[in-house]
């Protein structure tokens, strides 16, 4: 076994889960490279992990551009080293009427949520396979099971992410690639969820009992631990959720 520090990359850093599974892999010795739209936002958590003296690296991505994902798989590969693990989390969760959805919006929730899957999952695939180890994983959501009202884009999106990684597990397990895909089946503690909870019930998400929504931090604990399952009990769905979550 090399010495060498392991390389992991998240494409959709976002600031809560995405973070959580940077601070987890480099807590685990991992050089963490990370991904998002405004690569800018991610130098609060650089300097924090960096101030540990764990490795980072933040890019500027944005996932529904073939060639910026091609590039960055290419320049990590490079100047960084092997990835040994790449995680597709990003979101594009957004709430319309039937009617209101316009093409536009459906189309871009589809490139966010399962066309930058694919071409994540392709460029891994390119890396991994001739070295025939690594693992690739997708964040899904409760929408990738289960279709609500007003999420007619989300949940086709998810639905398809899905399915992709269903494939892509069948077709690079035998090169001993662990595919997984998790799904959030919850609320998960973000500005965002408890804005929502607010408006739509009027109480303060801090007034809910203990444990209802999801501690983004859990979320990256799973992912360390789908990372290192031994091959004769990997996991290919894991579905996530509060005890406190009615399902």
Same mark, same amino acid.
């Given at each position: !076994?090399? #010495?060498?520090?392991?390389?992991?990359?998240?494409?959709?850093?976002?600031d809560y889960i995405g973070t959580a599974i940077a601070r987890?892999?480099?807590?685990?010795?991992?050089?963490? &490279? !990370?991904?998002?739209?405004?690569? #800018?936002?991610?130098?609060?958590?650089?300097?924090?992990?960096?101030?540990?003296?764990?490795?980072?690296?933040? $890019?500027?991505?944005?996932?529904?551009?073939?060639?910026?994902?091609?590039?960055?798989?290419?320049?990590?590969?490079?100047?960084?080293?092997?990835?040994? &693990?790449?995680?597709?989390?990003?979101?594009?969760?957004?709430?319309?009427?039937?009617?209101?959805?316009?093409?536009?919006?459906?189309?871009?929730?589809?490139?966010?949520? &399962?066309?930058? *899957?694919?071409?994540?999952?392709?460029?891994?695939?390119? $890396?991994?396979?001739?070295?025939? =180890?690594?693992?690739?994983?997708?964040?899904?959501?409760?929408?990738?099971?289960?279709?609500?009202? *007003? $999420?007619?884009?989300?949940?086709?999106?998810?639905?398809?992410?899905?399915?992709?990684?269903?494939?892509?597990? =069948?077709?690079?397990?035998?090169?001993?690639?662990?595919?997984?895909?998790?799904?959030?089946?919850?609320?998960?503690?973000?500005?965002?969820?408890?804005?929502?909870?607010?408006?739509?019930?009027?109480?303060?998400?801090?007034?809910?009992?203990?444990?209802?929504?999801?501690?983004?931090?859990?979320?990256?604990?799973?992912?360390?631990?789908?990372?290192?399952?031994?091959?004769? *009990?990997?996991?290919?769905?894991?579905?996530?959720?509060?005890?406190?979550?009615?399902?």
């Amino acid at each position: !076994m090399s #010495d060498q520090p392991k390389t992991m990359l998240i494409v959709g850093a976002g600031d809560y889960i995405g973070t959580a599974i940077a601070r987890r892999f480099a807590a685990g010795g991992y050089t963490v &490279c !990370m991904g998002r739209r405004n690569a #800018d936002k991610l130098d609060p958590l650089v300097a924090e992990l960096a101030a540990l003296g764990q490795t980072v690296h933040a $890019y500027a991505l944005d996932a529904r551009k073939e060639e910026q994902i091609v590039d960055l798989f290419a320049k990590i590969e490079n100047d960084v080293g092997a990835l040994d &693990c790449v995680i597709f989390n990003a979101g594009a969760n957004v709430n319309f009427s039937l009617a209101e959805t316009t093409t536009r919006v459906f189309f871009k929730v589809w490139e966010m949520a &399962c066309f930058a *899957g694919f071409v994540t999952a392709r460029e891994a695939a390119k $890396y991994m396979v001739p070295r025939t =180890r690594g693992s690739l994983f997708f964040t899904g959501a409760t929408a990738s099971v289960r279709g609500g009202s *007003g $999420y007619a884009a989300f949940a086709s999106a998810k639905f398809a992410l899905r399915g992709l990684a269903q494939a892509t597990a =069948r077709e690079l397990g035998p090169a001993n690639i662990h595919v997984g895909h998790l799904i959030i089946d919850a609320g998960v503690d973000t500005a965002f969820v408890r804005e929502m909870i607010g408006k739509a019930t009027g109480v303060s998400a801090d007034e809910l009992p203990a444990d209802t929504l999801m501690n983004p931090a859990s979320i990256g604990e799973t992912y360390w631990m789908l990372h290192h399952q031994t091959r004769d *009990g990997w996991t290919f769905e894991l579905d996530l959720r509060p005890y406190g979550e009615r399902w």
